[in-house]
């Protein structure tokens, strides 16, 4: 398909869905402008989830039903509220417009901070296209586990598992549900980051919707929002297929919603959405929860008109409830757990299993909750939060992400709005006392921080806050200071993971369609598009399908070394790709290699020698 | 209780609260002292001097700034390298 043609369906579909999410939202929103924005998101991504699911659990998830069903629902609402598609379509139009009479009555001081915040904000969106757009995933989980599920459903129009050794591929798959959306018109990952980009953009909104709930001004809000997007560890995973960053982002709009304007019921009801929404990306979510709980329960609530029942709104919600637990369900059916590939229902109780089960061995897990929420905490404060000698990652590796603001300005600016009580202390403890429940539940690695981004909240909103109490020559020099650290941050962020320059010229060099991760990894093990099987850990399977998911890949589980060969020949293919294998698995394979049953193409690569 | 009362009473808890950030940064051992690069340490002494300062905006925004301008050299000293290697690559490599 012509990249062209491609893009222009994927543009469509994704306006598609986008008015029929408008109008499932125009049946449920509250008034609330700021709140109604986030809202939308959360129902706007349900609908987009719960259409591939749909479509995947009849085994139809093709372009065209996707397209089919994305078109169809956008005419079907812009023909019931053609009034309300008019106003959204003149929305941005509208928003230009009063950019424009804002700029005209600015003076020439607002005008300058204006203009070095939008040409901030143009930087950060340059640094967003440069990566979407050069780099293929390439790196460590997404590869490993998280996109062979959704280059398995491309291939096969299927919601289908794949039989991974991984165990965390298990784990709920509601990000790579938003991605199909991004690839199935191109059948190409050219632009599957957007998925990320677009809970980027869902993030600086929630932070400005906070910022606005907690009294900081438009300009305020806005600054917060935009420093928040700026942080390495956000920025980072907005382009990277990690579904970090969504959690990220409905951490935020779960805080925005426990500072909400509505009654009890809507700000519960909004609450309960965001948390079923963040639970299909990631059952981390459920440590936040009560920390929402908490906040909205002790906060100073102005008295506010109670909302009606309304089955609009009922109705959606059971919608996101059905998406947010499907992989529970799955999981359920799957494997009789819900919880899995936890040990059992109790998150504490089999700990080791969260982000230690794919490991062989297990000598390094902490014992307890307590334990390991004081290894977490002090190693962010004692090291992660200087991101000492180490370039900016995705995965947080040895880092907090925080950047050149975050710690080196935001801290002490947390300290002086904290003593200035500008937050409600319910807030600022709620959200350290997520933390700590989040701290609680990880094990201490190398790359726990990346789980907690949406912490920085908390200095990118007092930094705002600051500048514009300070007198004007301190003013001045911190508004320097923080320029100069936003800059650094986002250039830092143009290359993550440390990766060499000649890796980069390779991707750069590339054609777009044939753009792939081997650009910076070893170079890809198989020459030509036959289909292959893989087995073992930690290798990126993902890498092996080809941008295009051209190549059959066949997932499999090491049962014995029969068993592999027999699903090699069923599914048509000599080439044997191996991950990490455990001891007897390797020695099983040691034992056919000496038989000359398989003969050794490189260190990753089997081939089985008599024809299938 | 007067709000004078109050309002020194509250001082002294932050005087408090700061000198036993202080302490405990010191005396935990947590960090190099002899390079002062521990933020938290900046934070204690940051919140002395608003805490004794009582009130008075200039000597809050001049402790304030200092405070963020050490704290970026600090982060400057483990970061920098990083992005000068960054961009040596790149001129290199590309």
């Not at chain 2, 805490?51 to 600090?74: G, H, Q």
Request: charged share 15%; proline share 5%.
């Amino acid at each position: 398909m012509p990249f062209i043609f491609g893009l222009l369906l994927t543009l469509l579909a994704n306006a598609g869905i986008s008015l029929a999410a408008f109008g499932i939202y125009r049946m449920s929103r509250g008034g609330d402008r700021g709140e109604d924005l986030l809202w939308y998101g959360i129902v706007r991504w349900a609908l987009m989830a719960g259409v591939v699911i749909l479509l995947g659990s009849v085994q139809a998830l093709r372009w065209w039903s996707l397209g089919a069903v994305a078109v169809l629902g956008g005419l079907v609402v812009a023909a019931i509220w053609r009034v309300e598609v008019a106003s959204v379509v003149r929305a941005p139009w509208e928003l230009l417009e009063r950019v424009r009479a804002w700029w005209r009555a600015a003076d020439l001081k607002s005008r300058t901070a204006a203009t070095g915040a939008a040409a901030l904000a143009l930087l950060l969106a340059g640094r967003i296209a440069f990566a979407v757009w050069f780099f293929a995933p390439y790196a460590g989980d997404e590869t490993c586990f998280q996109l062979p599920r959704l280059a398995s459903w491309i291939q096969t129009g299927s919601l289908t598992h794949p039989h991974l050794e991984d165990v965390r591929s298990g784990y709920p798959a509601g990000f790579e549900l938003l991605e199909v959306w991004w690839v199935a018109f191109l059948h190409h990952d050219v632009l599957i980051e957007m998925a990320g980009v677009e809970f980027l953009l869902y993030a600086g909104a929630a932070a400005y919707v906070l910022g606005r709930r907690l009294g900081l001004a438009r300009a305020q809000g806005l600054l917060a929002a935009l420093l928040f997007c700026g942080l390495p560890v956000v920025n980072s995973q907005s382009t990277s297929c990690c579904n970090s960053i969504a959690m990220t982002a409905l951490a935020l709009a779960g805080f925005a919603f426990t500072m909400g304007t509505g009654s009890v019921w809507r700000d519960s009801a909004l609450i309960a959405a965001v948390s079923l929404l963040g639970l299909s990306f990631s059952p981390l979510f459920l440590c936040l929860v009560p920390a929402f709980v908490v906040i909205a329960a002790f906060r100073r609530r102005r008295p506010a008109a109670p909302s009606p029942v309304h089955l609009g709104r009922i109705a959606t919600l059971l919608l996101v409830a059905a998406v947010g637990l499907f992989w529970y369900g799955r999981n359920a059916y799957d494997f009789g757990n819900p919880v899995y590939p936890f040990g059992d229902w109790s998150p504490f109780s089999a700990r080791a299993n969260y982000t230690m089960a794919p490991r062989l061995d297990s000598t390094d897990l902490v014992s307890t909750p307590l334990e390991a929420l004081r290894l977490n905490a002090s190693t962010m404060m004692n090291t992660y939060l200087y991101d000492a000698y180490v370039p900016y990652s995705h995965q947080a590796t040895r880092q907090s992400g925080w950047g050149w603001y975050g710690m080196a300005l935001g801290l002490p600016a947390l300290l002086l709005v904290l003593r200035w009580r500008i937050f409600p202390v319910s807030f600022s403890g709620g959200v350290v006392a997520a933390g700590a429940i989040l701290f609680t539940a990880l094990q201490p690695e190398l790359w726990n921080m990346r789980h907690a981004g949406w912490l920085a909240v908390l200095p990118c909103l007092a930094i705002p806050v600051v500048l514009f109490r300070l007198e004007s020559i301190p003013r001045r020099a911190f508004a320097y200071l923080l320029m100069i650290a936003l800059t650094l941050n986002i250039v830092g962020t143009l290359v993550v993971d440390g990766i060499e320059p000649e890796a980069m010229r390779r991707s750069m060099a590339a054609s777009w369609n044939t753009r792939s991760g081997w650009a910076f990894m070893p170079p890809e093990p198989l020459t030509s598009a036959e289909p292959v099987c893989a087995i073992g850990i930690h290798y990126p399977v993902y890498t092996l399908y080809g941008p295009d998911f051209g190549r059959r890949v066949v997932l499999m589980r090491f049962g014995t070394i029969e068993e592999t060969e027999r699903a090699m020949r069923a599914a048509g293919a000599r080439a044997l790709v191996v991950g990490d294998l455990r001891p007897r698995e390797r020695s099983a394979l040691v034992r056919r290699l000496q038989e000359r049953v398989f003969v050794v193409v490189n260190q990753r690569i089997l081939r089985l020698r008599e024809a299938p | 209780m007067s709000p004078e009362v109050r309002g020194r009473l509250w001082t002294g808890v932050e005087i408090g609260a700061a000198a036993a950030l202080i302490g405990w940064r010191l005396l935990r051992g947590m960090i190099d002292v002899g390079r002062g690069w521990d933020w938290a340490l900046v934070i204690g002494v940051l919140w002395m001097v608003l805490a004794l300062s009582r009130r008075v905006k200039r000597i809050e925004d001049f402790a304030f700034l200092a405070a963020c301008a050490y704290l970026t050299f600090v982060y400057a000293y483990f970061q920098l390298n990083q992005t000068v290697q960054f961009f040596t690559m790149l001129m290199d490599g590309l």
